[in-house]
């Protein structure tokens, strides 16, 4: 199990294992975050957060909110706004200690344009 945590602890997100890779995206909205995204299938992912502990920026095709926290800001995740079963969404690995990453390989993806990983 491991933990990712926002900086003032109210917003946890769990997952089984560790990331094997993590993705650094250039989009409009990943790039201003400076999230590196590990992907889960979102049922298999515990988020720990009050109700009224976060909150959620949707935009565009308003296909996928970013969730973060209300009281220090940090983007802990995003998911689907209507989930699908077997669906993933993204953890964002800077919320995990940095040992935790181990030696997770750091993948580019270009979101802002192909949408295809440039390494
Ligand atoms: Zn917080």
């Avoid at 299938?41 to 988020?47: A, C, K, L, M, T």
């Avoid at 976060?54 to 220090?72: P, S």
């Avoid at 993204?90 to 990453?101: M, Q, S, T």
Wanted: proline share 4%; aromatic share 8%; with cysteine.
């Amino acid at each position: 199990m491991l933990t990712a945590s926002c900086h003032c602890g109210a917003v946890r997100v769990t997952v089984a294992r560790r990331p094997q890779s993590i993705t650094n995206c250039n989009c409009s909205i990943c790039r201003r975050h400076g999230a590196l995204w590990a992907y889960y299938r979102q049922d298999s992912v515990r988020i720990d957060a009050a109700p009224d502990a976060t909150q959620a920026y949707v935009w565009g095709r308003k296909a996928l909110k970013f969730v973060r926290c209300r009281t220090c800001g940090c983007v802990t995740h995003w998911q689907r706004v209507a989930p699908v079963p077997g669906g993933r969404m993204g953890v964002n690995a800077r919320n995990f200690e940095p040992d935790a990453l181990g030696a997770a390989r750091i993948r580019r993806l270009d979101g802002a344009s192909s949408w295809t990983y440039l390494d």
